[in-house]
């Protein structure tokens, strides 16, 4: 796997950031009777590094037009999206309470022009990254310097509009663009690789004319060192290839895909809790 420079990165802040996101997102899960729990715990660490680390962005300031960009492509995961906007102050940790209830703003799939700091309504899978292409190419036609960041899971590359997406990014060189996939390799009944055959993942985006690398996925620091590393003069977009374990975090939901559906207990919680440290 690729390694990028460590420099500068506090290792231990954005773990503990990522631990806390993880027993929200926990509790968020239990108190909704929600489904999608697997899925945002692999993401957690791409989502602390990403906001407590690379993007330019000011939660007072949520529309600032220069603001750097981050869809959730992987919309099903939105209560990791949920509990890192609102511990970076976009807008109360309270209303966390309030997820997927009647009423509320905080839906199960990320909503258009109703929380602050969600650029796009995603969920339907495929969508986020042709949305990011077109932010990208805006930034550069208006001559900013705002970059754009869409995080995918790995089932969504079975969709023909990433690909699609894929394409026109390369052919537009549009090096202010990073995608990144969640590789957990499951989906929602299968394995990844079980559905569609994904490998050679980070073939199929060099192929398409990226700079794609291999990554830990939850190796925060390079996760961090590799976002914040575009545009990198390669005249291409960066792709991480992010390896992932759904449910990571809390042993008992590691690569178990009953998760992906399954709300836990309270006796979970506080099991789930006290193997993140927060008990």
Avoid at 64 to 86: E, Q, V
Avoid at 92 to 110: F, I, Q, S, W
Avoid at 129 to 150: D, E, F, K, W
Avoid at 227 to 253: C, E, Q, R, Y
């Amino acid at each position: 796997m690729q390694h990028f420079s460590r420099s500068g990165i506090d290792e231990g802040a954005l773990r503990k950031i990522a631990a806390q996101l993880r027993g929200t997102v926990v509790t968020m899960c239990h108190e909704s009777k929600s489904a999608h729990l697997g899925s945002s715990l692999s993401c957690l660490d791409i989502l602390t590094a990403a906001y407590w680390h690379v993007l330019k962005c000011d939660p007072q300031n949520p529309e600032a037009p220069l603001r750097d960009r981050f869809i959730l492509s992987k919309g099903p995961a939105a209560m990791a999206l949920y509990a890192t906007l609102a511990n970076k102050g976009y807008f109360p940790v309270e209303e966390l309470k309030t997820y997927n209830k009647d009423n509320g703003r905080l839906a199960e799939h990320p909503p258009a022009n109703l929380l602050p700091g969600v650029e796009a309504a995603t969920g339907s899978l495929g969508h986020g990254l042709p949305i990011a292409n077109g932010m990208a190419a805006a930034s550069r036609i208006q001559g900013q310097t705002y970059r754009v960041y869409c995080l995918m899971s790995d089932g969504e590359n079975n969709e023909g509009s990433v690909w699609e997406a894929a394409m026109f990014a390369s052919a537009q060189k549009l090096e202010n663009l990073c995608a990144i996939i969640d590789y957990n390799k499951w989906q929602a009944t299968a394995r990844s690789n079980e559905t569609l055959m994904l490998a050679p993942l980070v073939d199929k985006w060099r192929s398409f004319g990226w700079d794609a690398h291999e990554i830990d996925g939850h190796d925060v620091v390079s996760l961090a060192a590799a976002m914040d590393s575009i545009p990198n003069g390669s005249g291409k977009p960066l792709a991480l290839v992010a390896h992932t374990v759904k449910g990571k975090g809390v042993s008992f939901m590691e690569d178990d895909n009953n998760w992906h559906y399954r709300a836990p207990t309270l006796e979970e919680v506080t099991r789930a809790h006290q193997e993140l440290g927060l008990l």
